[in-house]
């Protein structure tokens, strides 16, 4: 059965798109304060607690929901996230429904910009690892959406236990696909 150039081309981009898009999609979501949302009052969430008990990486999005008209979310530096300073932000979120995406590693402070809020504990430090190859490897690292092994992350937790991050539960078959050859072969043919 012969495929033309144009079939070909279709089958791998069709591929090359599949493995982009599974590599986008592993990234974790994480709503702050899980189902009490970000507030203060009677749902009594400790932020403090909820981040340690997750593991955070780069390109994770954090969902702040919340009531626009009683709190916000400001990214401030570390200084401000203790004095709960609210005047110098970092950037400011005000929708209610804030997706953030975690652009490196490090410390992300946010806080409730509302007066008494922070005070109140309506504050949260993420602390992102960041990732690095085991020491032996001599090979370029691959990239840790696509490695299907776990990586090597450098942490120090004054004796907290770092919960896994959500189970990966994209599919193999573009990096299977790939990682045989099959796609570099219609490549080259369609080049040919």
């Known amino acids: 059965m012969g495929f033309t150039k144009e079939a070909m081309l279709i089958l791998s981009t069709t591929a090359l798109l599949s493995l982009f898009t599974a590599n986008l999609g592993s990234a974790a979501v994480y709503k702050v304060g899980d189902s009490a949302g970000w ?69 992300y402070y946010y ?14 430090d993420v602390r992102v690892l960041k990732v690095t190859r085991p020491a032996d490897s001599q090979s370029p690292s691959p990239s840790p959406r696509s490695s299907p092994a776990p990586a090597a992350v450098s942490s120090t937790t004054s004796g907290r236990v770092i919960a ?12 299977l696909f790939l990682n045989n050859g099959l796609g570099l072969g219609l490549f080259a043919s369609l080049c040919s």
Do not use: M
């Not at 401030?76 to 970092?90: F, R, W």
């Not at 959500?166 to 193999?172: F, I, Q, T």
């Open 111 to 124: 806080i409730c910009g509302f007066p008494g809020h922070c005070q109140a504990g309506q504050k949260l």
């Open 164 to 175: 896994p991050s959500p189970v990966n539960n994209k599919s193999s078959a573009p990096s």
């Open 39 to 107: 507030t203060i009052g009677g749902a009594n969430v400790d932020y403090h607690t909820w981040a340690a008990s997750k593991t955070f990486r780069v390109g994770d999005i954090l969902v702040f929901e919340y009531n626009r008209t009683q709190h916000n979310v400001l990214r401030v530096s570390l200084a401000d996230y203790h004095k709960c300073n609210a005047g110098n932000p970092i950037t400011s979120y005000s929708s209610g429904n804030d997706s953030i995406t975690i652009k490196g590693p490090g410390h």
